[in-house]
């Protein structure tokens, strides 16, 4: 280091304060350098889906579906809002980090739309599930999956895909704001996620459940995201399956993100 | 010496103020992490607010930040109130936090550039001002590694930089050299001085006595979220009392009668030193302290060195936490 940092002593002044968008925008440069950077998170979020789709295709799929090949047609939607819905804890994780490391602190304590991180985080987070759904349904593609609507389906399952991910997102980012270890954020998060994505119509057609757990299944939000997904995929969606589908996503946008705002700004 | 007592402003006219806070008080559920502190920071000052961990140092510097809300209390920033006009007091200030808040997967460039752009510089004077700083801190050849592998000290460097993006009117530097190796002290130490040489006032919080006594020109001594002494480094020691006369002997077997002449003429007892034939004891005055190495001489005693120093802040810390502990209450320096 060269003397006192001579170049300091002159004063470096202001200038004209960038716009709320200018903010978010430079949130956003910062979630695509962390994919440059850390390239290996795609790893983890797309792994388990792998796993998934590869071990239930061909270990399940004959005896669930007839053949791994018909199996794979149900499936493969499914998988998608999974992925989607698994990567929102991601998001909570790298929240949770980022305000344990006083990182947080430094962006409030700067004259900026105080919203504006956030607004990184959805870019981060849009990007991660447009990646990881491209991943897992080419390796579908592979594998011999075929969806029957075309390109147009699957550009409208994936604009799906985004609003389910940025619903679900909220939960997360509320975890990560309250939560200072990541790894809780991660335990709680799937001990709350496994079951709703397990007793879904993800993996199987509840026909066989018991009339109780059909009840829940039926009604849960996976189970009607992944209804109007297929629906979207296989060209045969109608307008009452995606509406079910994105009430969910809507309500916890609505609900939590003033609470969001109410914890980030409390200042405590 | 006069040493102003806790609770009065200091003597200047209310515009150099950089920082005024009366009666702050923040509470994390039943504990008054901060309990009712005013502080006067003059611009252009190094202000220290020394403690040990968990007084309120950092509570304190945070509410300053506009990062936590006081209970009760107000406190201005540059004119602007913390509570009424937090957007303002951030236009002014810059905090660098106890942890480097730095993002450790980008390199030391983006980081900058990111806060640059955040400030509002556009494009190619994002990527100019980050040059500077890393030019000017030595981080120019580290510029594009991640900052995970930055050591201690450069990430340090780096969250100083962060903070200089845009001059601030006001720095605060919680804890700046915590964990660090003494030469990455002594840089950071260099940074701090030739901040404020450039007019930025600087308040910092240390738990290293050591590290007031280099920086601060003023010092605020808090325990318990309370302030319980403020003063010049000097003030403080001189309010503990007296300096120490330190004597080191030719003759190592005199050791015991020197301790009996100068606990005789000094009043207090006399300690060995660590090595050698050393003593040190307490002297009232310097007309005391001469008179016992007048009487040594006179009975014989060589001496081979001698000294007389003021109490280190540590011990004036002790002297000030014992000294409130007992009293249940603040503790006035001075008369």
Known sequence: MNETGMPLLVRVARPKPPSALSNALVFGWRAVLKFKHVPEQLFDLVMTPIMFTLLFTFVFGGALAGSPGEYLQFFLPGILVQTVVFNAVYSGMGLSTDIGKGLFDRFRSLPIWPLSPFAGLMVGDILRHLIAATIILSIGLILGYRPEAGLPGVLAAFLMLVAIGFGTGWIFIVLGLLIRTPTTVMTLGFTFLFPVVFASNIMVDPVTMPGWLRAFVEVNPVSLMTTALRGLMSGSATFGQVFRALIAPVVLTGALAPVTLWIYLRRD | ?335
């Open chain 2, 1 to 335: 010496m006069n040493v102003s007592p806790v609770n009065q402003p200091v003597p200047t006219g209310p515009g150099a103020l950089a920082i005024s806070a009366r009666g702050l008080v923040k509470s994390f559920g039943k504990v008054r992490a901060v309990d009712g502190i005013d502080l006067d920071v003059p611009a252009g000052m190094i202000f220290a607010i020394l403690g040990p961990n968990g007084a309120g140092k950092t509570t304190l510097m945070r509410m300053l930040a506009t990062l936590a809300r006081p209970d009760r209390g107000s406190a201005t920033v540059m004119g602007h109130d913390v509570e009424q006009a937090p957007h303002e007091v951030r236009g002014a200030i810059a905090m660098t936090g106890q942890f480097a808040s730095l993002d450790e997967d980008l390199t030391g460039r983006e980081n900058l550039v990111l806060l640059a752009r955040l400030w509002g510089f556009r494009g190619r004077a994002a990527k100019t001002r980050a040059g500077e700083l890393l030019a000017a801190f030595g981080l120019a050849e580290a510029a594009t590694r991640q900052v995970k592998d930055y050591s201690g000290g450069m990430r340090r460097r780096l969250d100083i930089a962060a903070s200089l993006v845009v001059t601030p009117d006001v720095l605060f530097l919680d804890e700046p050299t915590t964990g660090l190796d003494p030469s990455a002290r002594k840089d950071v130490w260099r940074m701090i001085r030739g901040l404020a040489a450039s007019g930025v006032t600087i308040l910092l919080t240390t738990q290293y006595l050591e590290e007031a006594d280099q920086l601060a020109a003023r010092i605020a001594v808090i325990d318990h979220g309370r302030k319980i002494a403020e003063g010049t480094s000097r003030q403080l020691k001189a309010a503990t009392g007296t300096g120490v006369l330190h004597v080191a002997l030719a003759d190592g077997a005199r050791l015991g009668e020197a301790a009996a002449i100068l606990e005789h003429w000094l009043g207090h007892s006399a300690q060995p030193g660590s090595e050698g034939a050393q003593l040190s004891v307490s002297a009232g005055t310097a007309e005391a302290a001469s008179e016992a190495l007048a009487s040594l001489l006179a009975s014989g005693i060589e001496l081979s060195d001698f000294s007389m120093g003021q109490p280190s802040l540590d011990e004036v810390f002790f002297a000030l936490t014992a000294k409130s502990n007992q009293d249940g209450d603040r503790t006035e320096v001075g008369s």
